[in-house]
């Protein structure tokens, strides 16, 4: 038997871009924020437990991202949930709705490394959101 989880695509998920690691850990997230709410106690033990383990990706993120905020390739992926190739195969896309330009404008270089605009980034996944439906 194979589990839903090794699909690939699932077509009743809300965000098409999502991989089955990335909707496993959505649901995580969900179990995370109930077991918060009705047992803040128990959620704490299972947050030290993962930070012990250096599983910090369901843990709470506080920060706050500002439109201007520069990102590098890695962490405009981390941001939106996709690998980091996703995010340079959509610099190199033209952009469905505005002949011309491309879906995810490079901003500048740091050193080696490609930076993008925060608010770009959010756009680029409104943007496939809205193309797919």
Not at 14 to 23: E, M, Y
Not at 35 to 58: N, S, V, Y
Not at 104 to 116: I, S
């Amino acid at each position: 038997m194979i589990p839903d989880y090794d699909r690939q695509a699932n077509p009743r998920w809300p965000n098409h871009l999502d991989n089955p690691t990335h909707r496993a850990r959505a649901v995580a997230r969900m179990y995370r924020a109930h077991l918060r709410a009705a047992r803040p106690d128990l959620c704490d033990q299972a947050d030290g437990t993962a930070r012990r383990f250096g599983e910090t990706w369901p843990l709470e993120r506080e920060e706050l991202i500002e439109p201007e905020q520069e990102l590098t390739t890695a962490e405009a992926a981390a941001l939106v949930n996709v690998p980091p190739a996703t995010i340079r195969k959509w610099a190199c896309l033209d952009h469905p709705e505005r002949p011309g330009e491309k879906l995810l404008p490079r901003f500048k270089k740091r050193g080696r490394e490609t930076v993008y605009l925060a608010g770009k980034v959010l756009e680029a996944v409104a943007v496939l959101r809205r193309a797919k439906t």
